[in-house]
């Protein structure tokens, strides 16, 4: 089956099973599924059914595509992404945001469990992305170009929407809660990074580092689709701390900040 079909067809099976396209998908990275619990009207689709998804297999992600309503807006939740480091392609790490493109959603919000290099961010703190950093040499538009989608060179100049930036900071104001800003630096994994990766990244102007999200932020700017990004510091990154990375701390920190990051997010949903 070409590629492209594959995605209509995905697509299709999606709109065959939830009530009315929304215009706003969302995300939810490492230990963030609780999102979900604020979802009414819910309907929940096991990534198997769906055409040409992946299996999610990372520790956290729930491996379901659920669809319900905040308030009287209509959503879509990534219960659970894929990742790199979980042996699949950059082209099938994306491939839901093209099937989320031909669906019609016009906003993503993209949320991650991210190692703070900033020494002025704690762990609980959000971070809303303003730019990324990405060395590593594969892309998810690596090959023939898809004219249908975007074109062959896309331009990242603003690739985090700045208008939903500002309505995330605005909301975040008027709920009290603190959100910082900055750069999201992705590294493949699993392993976590350096100490000495680490250094070199706070020197390249990176204030977190994590291990997904960019090739899905490169694709939806490919295809059109506006993006925000937010990411739940769950830890401090290599050489900050002296303690040793775990994923538990990642689980533990993420359920912690479960209020102010859905209610950030849902508030978000129903200004846009």
Do not use: W
């Not at 929304?22 to 990275?29: E, F, K, Q, S, Y």
């Not at 959000?126 to 892309?139: C, E, G, Q």
């Amino acid at each position: 089956m070409e590629y492209m079909d594959l995605v209509r067809k995905a697509a299709g099976y999606i709109t065959s099973k939830i009530e009315k396209v929304p215009d706003t998908a969302v995300v939810l990275g490492s230990g963030l599924g609780f999102f979900t619990d604020l979802l009414q009207e819910r309907c929940e689709i096991p990534y198997q059914e769906i055409p040409g998804f992946p299996v999610s297999t990372a520790p956290g992600h729930a491996g379901k595509l659920i669809y319900g309503k905040i308030g009287e807006k209509d959503v879509i939740c990534m219960s659970g992404r894929f990742h790199f480091y979980e042996g699949y392609s950059m082209n099938e790490v994306s491939f839901y945001v093209r099937a989320f493109k031909v669906l019609g959603i016009k906003n993503l919000i993209i949320t991650n469990a991210a190692g703070g290099i900033n020494r002025c961010f704690t762990p609980g703190d959000l971070m809303i992305i303003t730019d990324h950093i990405k060395f590593f040499d594969d892309s998810p538009l690596r090959g023939e170009n898809i004219s249908e989608l975007g074109p062959r060179f896309n331009d990242m100049s603003e690739a985090y929407d700045k208008g939903l930036i500002e309505k995330a900071k605005s909301v975040a104001a008027n709920q009290g809660t603190d959100v910082k800003e900055g750069v999201y630096a992705f590294m493949p994994g699993p392993s976590y990074e350096t100490p000495a990766e680490i250094r070199a990244l706070g020197i390249l102007g990176a204030d977190a580092v994590g291990m997904s999200s960019v090739p899905e932020v490169i694709t939806a700017s490919h295809s059109g689709l506006k993006v925000l990004g937010i990411s739940c510091i769950t830890n401090q990154a290599a050489g900050i701390s002296k303690e040793k990375l775990t994923e538990e701390e990642v689980f533990e920190t993420a359920e912690k900040v479960g209020e102010k990051f859905s209610a950030l997010i849902a508030e978000v949903i129903t200004e846009i």
